[in-house]
């Protein structure tokens, strides 16, 4: 890290800019260990968004570090760098959008005292495919686009390899958590994009699937065992789990762009592998989420925690699957744990046999989990749905019953952007911004705002 004396810092203040390179505007230009350039391009500041990363924004200098302790009050005439203390500098900007940390109050989300409409989409993208910081800040704007408030992404990438942005790797039994510029740094990006376009995130730690590595590649590294469940259970693989949500979760610890953590995307008995030890139960998967959710809560009391799973129902009488408890998962006694702040539930009516009646089972399913909010008297969000086929029509009459049912809120899965180097990722859902869907998002999440 680079310290200036008082002398050379007034020598600095009195060269001509184009002794410097520039940094182009959201650009990278501070943050421990960080040792490029600090100078950013005409009409845009060097602001801090935490302690590791500062970010070139549109505007003059105001800057709100979020990470460490208690913040002090500064007044500086240049551009800050590389800090490790948590600061608040003052000067004439409008200050950074995420101030203050989403609480619940019965079955509402506030900010500051005032309702806060959780309204938007799932970008999982955004951190994982090498994107710059100018097209991360495009996708989020796309998605501000709509009205949307909040945007669901991945905090996890297991790799046994290291290659591209990853958050983890493994050698052997052994993990090792990526803090550079592929890894915790590029996280700093995303946070600083969704910050500087009035985003809130939710952010899943692991993932039940194979996808981004997840819960499977714990068990294979620690065990050397393809039984999914053990993630669950095993002492050795609940430390170090435990270990990577310590150092994933402790950097964000005071950053109120992070809306919420959750526990895993879609944990339930049985991964990616097809192989189980045979003995998980809804019992199981409910014992870890307390474990889990009452850990992140002992190192992290400014931020909601939710289990991130599909909202499954442990009723074996009845007539379709995701109601009859043999996923894992019991949606009323996990949404009932005191340290879950909050409920999730999915919805993909053709992957579950109900491709003949998307809309009306959809529907209900959506109805079903409205009433399980107001029993559990918590807010609960639909945060992922998607079907392939009628998109408009079925996504209306299902966003209506959000609406009319009282439920919380929605978050559709999935993003897309029209990047210059091509589209983001497409599984045949995405809704980008020209597409048919995103007038229908729009008018909803109007009408989830002007809900009282």
């Not at 009205?147 to 390899?161: C, H, L, P, Q, Y």
């Not at 439920?407 to 029209?418: C, F, M, P, V």
Request: a negative charge; charged letters at 10%; proline letters at 4%.
């Amino acid at each position: 890290m680079l310290k200036l004396s008082v002398g050379a810092i007034a020598l600095v203040l009195y060269l001509p800019s184009t002794a410097f390179a520039t940094v182009p505007e959201w650009g990278q230009c501070g943050g421990i260990n960080f040792t490029g350039d600090t100078n950013c391009v005409s009409g845009t500041v060097c602001e801090v968004q935490n302690a590791y990363y500062s970010q070139c924004l549109p505007g003059t200098a105001s800057v709100t570090l979020t990470t460490g302790t208690a913040p002090t009050t500064i007044t500086s005439t240049i551009n800050p760098t590389t800090s490790t203390d948590t600061t608040t500098a003052t000067s004439t900007a409008t200050p950074p959008s995420a101030t203050g940390f989403v609480k619940t109050s019965g079955t509402a989300f506030t900010l500051n005292g005032s309702k806060f409409t959780v309204a938007g989409e799932n970008s999982y993208w955004v951190g994982l495919m090498g994107y710059s910081t100018t097209q991360m800040n495009q996708a989020f704007s796309d998605i501000a686009g709509s009205g949307a408030t909040v945007v669901r992404t991945w905090g996890f990438n297991e790799v046994t390899s290291p290659n591209g942005d990853y958050y983890q790797s493994w050698s052997g039994s052994t993990p090792t958590i990526n803090t550079g510029a592929t890894g915790l740094q590029n996280f700093d990006n995303v946070v600083a994009a969704a910050k500087a376009n009035g985003i809130r995130l939710i952010v899943a730690l692991t993932n039940n699937w194979s996808d981004y590595g997840g819960m499977d590649v714990y068990v294979k590294q620690i065990l050397n065992s393809a039984d999914h469940d053990l993630f669950y259970t095993n002492a050795a693989v609940i430390a170090a789990y435990k270990n990577y949500i310590s150092a994933f979760v402790g950097r964000y610890v005071n950053e109120p762009t992070i809306m919420a953590w959750e526990l895993a995307n879609e944990p339930r008995c049985t991964g990616s592998t097809g192989t189980s030890t045979g003995t998980c139960t809804t019992a199981t998967v409910t014992a870890w989420i307390k474990e889990i959710s009452a850990y992140i809560k002992s190192i992290d009391s400014n931020h909601l925690v939710a289990v991130g799973d599909e909202g499954f129902y442990n009723e074996p009488s009845a007539p379709t699957y995701p109601y009859q408890g043999a996923e894992g998962i019991d949606f009323d006694v996990n949404l009932a744990i005191s340290s879950i702040d909050f409920g999730t539930f999915h919805s993909y009516p053709e992957s579950w046999g109900q491709s003949a009646n998307e809309t009306a089972w959809g529907t209900q399913w959506i109805a079903d989990h409205a009433t399980s909010q107001i029993n559990a008297k918590k807010p609960v969000i639909l945060e992922e749905f998607g079907v392939t086929t009628n998109q408009p029509s079925i996504y209306t009459t299902w966003l209506n019953e959000i609406v009319s049912s009282g439920l919380t809120g929605e978050l559709i899965w999935q993003a897309g952007s029209h990047f210059s180097t091509g589209d983001t990722p497409n599984d045949g859902y995405a809704v980008y911004p020209d597409g048919a869907v995103f007038p229908v998002i729009k008018a909803a999440t109007a009408q989830l705002k002007a809900r009282t």
